[in-house]
């Protein structure tokens, strides 16, 4: 009988130490995972913002106080994920802080750079709620299979996950929740709506696709 060419390169892979036959990734491989997040979260924050609407997570919070404050959102995300960076430190350890302060650092250049490279003008809420949110969702997604994350609430959601087996998805719709009823001091009613919409958008990605067992690679 034929053997099961998959079978025995798992078996091969499981023997020289690699945990389940996953293929690592390389160095090279993280890095570019690093600069398509920030790119994805550059441009659903782009989308957001050019339609007045927040989101949940620390987009979300960046979002809002970038009504308030003439910065750009990027760059607001980074401040206000400065005293979270301790935490990431503490609770998934320093390889995953790093990364998380240079995910940090590239959305604040890219922002910069999309600011002075692209302008929108028009866009209509429920496409931004929609494609805004589902970009940030992959970004983030594409963040956490490479050991980093965004900050701020995604490093408290990725630690329950971790510790506790807690989706990291639903841990998200509580806190976007109490982030939404806030924004409500900023924004309307309708704009409420809309912005649920992206955060759903975003945690739908990752209770569809960050969950244990559903990816073998790290």
């Not at 987009?59 to 960076?85: C, D, H, Q, W």
């Not at 329950?160 to 509580?174: E, P």
């Not at 709506?193 to 073998?216: D, E, K, N, Q």
């Amino acid at each position: 009988m034929a053997g099961n060419p998959n079978g025995e390169a798992i078996v091969a892979r499981a023997d020289k130490g690699v945990p389940g036959g996953a293929i690592p990734h390389g160095r090279i491989e993280d890095l570019y995972a690093l600069i398509v997040g920030c790119i994805l979260l550059t441009l659903g924050l782009a989308l957001l913002r050019a339609a007045g609407l927040v989101t949940g997570g620390i987009a979300g919070v960046a979002l809002l106080v970038s009504y308030l404050v003439p910065l750009p959102a990027g760059l607001l995300f980074t401040i206000i994920n400065i005293p979270f960076f301790a935490f990431a430190w503490r609770a998934m350890g320093p390889g995953f802080m790093l990364k998380t302060m240079a995910v940090n650092a590239g959305i604040a250049l890219f922002s910069i750079a999309l600011r002075a490279s692209l302008s929108i003008s028009v866009v209509e809420p429920v496409f931004a709620a929609i494609v805004g949110g589902t970009v940030i969702g992959m970004g983030i997604l594409a963040l956490a299979r490479h050991g980093a994350g965004v900050g701020g609430t995604g490093v408290v959601t990725l630690w329950l996950q971790k510790r506790h087996g807690i989706n990291a998805g639903l841990t998200q719709i509580a806190l976007d929740v109490v982030i939404l009823g806030v924004s409500l001091l900023v924004i309307d009613g309708r704009a409420l709506l809309w912005s649920a919409l992206s955060a759903a958008a975003i945690s739908g990605i990752l209770i569809a696709w960050h969950r244990p067992g559903r990816y073998t690679g790290f």
